[in-house]
């Protein structure tokens, strides 16, 4: 059965663009190591919340936006070894300042699919 992985962060308004085409670019890569599928959603109706949200949990600043997205995996184990490889990749080695978003504020974790309808 599938195996996903989902990711929730805050991206800079004025680095929608910038953000969609380093996700773009990161499509092959994570393809070449097993990917079947990836999903990014910029945020439009995400409400702030009294106890929990998406916002609270990325600590959404006032210019910034949530994104949402998931990636496919054939397996868990097709996963956990595609992350191996991917960590070890040189293509991987970018210097976090560069990035378009803050990665110490982005929430990811696996899941195994319950229900797909």
């Not at 910038?18 to 097993?34: C, D, Q, S």
Request: charge should be negative.
């Amino acid at each position: 059965m599938a195996y996903i992985d989902g990711f929730v962060l805050a991206v800079p308004n004025a680095r929608k663009e910038e953000y969609r085409r380093h996700a773009e670019a990161m499509v092959p890569l994570l393809k070449e190591h097993g990917m079947t599928g990836m999903v990014e959603c910029w945020g439009d109706d995400v409400p702030e919340g009294k106890l929990t949200s998406f916002r609270m949990a990325v600590q959404q600043a006032e210019d910034e936006t949530v994104v949402f997205s998931w990636m496919t995996w054939p397996s868990k184990e097709a996963r956990d070894e595609g992350w191996k490889r991917i960590m070890a990749d040189p293509r991987m080695k970018m210097d976090p300042a560069s990035m378009p978003f803050d990665g110490r504020r982005m929430i990811y974790g696996g899941f195994a699919v319950l229900l797909e309808a």
